[in-house]
Structures are given as C-alpha cells and as structure tokens.
C-alpha cells in the first residue's frame, strides 16, 4: 500500500522561512518523480515545483529563486525549502509521486493528472 505524507506547515510572517518534508512509502522511491503542488481556497491546484529521479529539478516562476527542491532516495523524503515567503504564498501544499514509467509531460507543464499518487496536504499561511 502506497503512502504519502507532507509535514513542515506552519504560519511564518512574511519574509520568512519554512521547509516542507514528503515521505512515501510502499514504492521505489528513486524510480518516481516527485513534485510539489498547492492550492489556496477557491482556487485550482497549481504546480510548484518538481524533481526528476535524476533529480533535476524544475519550479514554476511565482516561486523560482525562492523554493528549493530536494530528495534524499535513502529517506524515501522529498524536501521542499521556502525562503522569502509571501502573503500569496499561502496555501494547502499536496506532494504528488509518479511512476517514471508512466510519468509523459514535459516536466515544466506537470499537471495533477499526471501523478497517481497524493498525500493529505499541510497548510501554509502567510498572513499579510
């Protein structure tokens, strides 16, 4: 059984720091591509950020220079720093895993469909 968990949401001023953690369980973690999306109320879930099983890795503009993304295969983590965060920054943050077999998208337009599998979420607030 496939399991996926986000920890590390926290409310942090603006200007602040925060790092999230993904452990996955139940697969071969280096064989997956991993990538971090978020979803603030009323609005659709969007890509942040991803990182390939070669880890390379890829972010959307709103938080390029910002964010940084990781993976540590022998902790089956995925890590996902933020500094500088900003009031739009605030979100529920999902990690999302794919199978590198089955993952097809150019890793610069990931979308949710594109992962099988997704854990619960932790919250990040800014306030403004």
């Known amino acids: 059984q496939v399991q996926v968990l986000e920890s590390g949401g926290d409310s942090v001023p603006p200007g602040g720091s925060l790092k999230l953690s993904c452990t996955v369980s139940?697969?071969?973690?280096?064989?997956?591509?991993m990538a971090w999306f978020r979803q603030a109320p009323g609005r659709e879930r969007e890509w942040v950020s991803l990182?390939?099983?070669?880890?390379?890795?890829y972010y959307a503009a709103s938080v390029q220079g910002r964010f940084t993304i990781s993976r540590d295969n022998s902790k089956s983590t995925m890590y996902l720093q933020m500094t500088n965060l900003k009031p739009e920054d605030t979100a529920k943050y999902y990690c999302?895993?794919?199978?590198?077999?089955?993952?097809?998208?150019?890793?610069?337009?990931?979308?949710?469909?594109?992962?099988?599998?997704w854990g619960q979420g932790t919250q990040v607030t800014v306030p403004s």
């Open positions: 139940g697969v071969t973690f280096r064989r997956f591509v």
């Open positions: 990182i390939s099983i070669s880890d390379g890795e």
């Open positions: 999302a895993a794919a199978s590198i077999r089955d993952y097809s998208t150019s890793y610069y337009e990931a979308t949710p469909a594109d992962f099988q599998y």
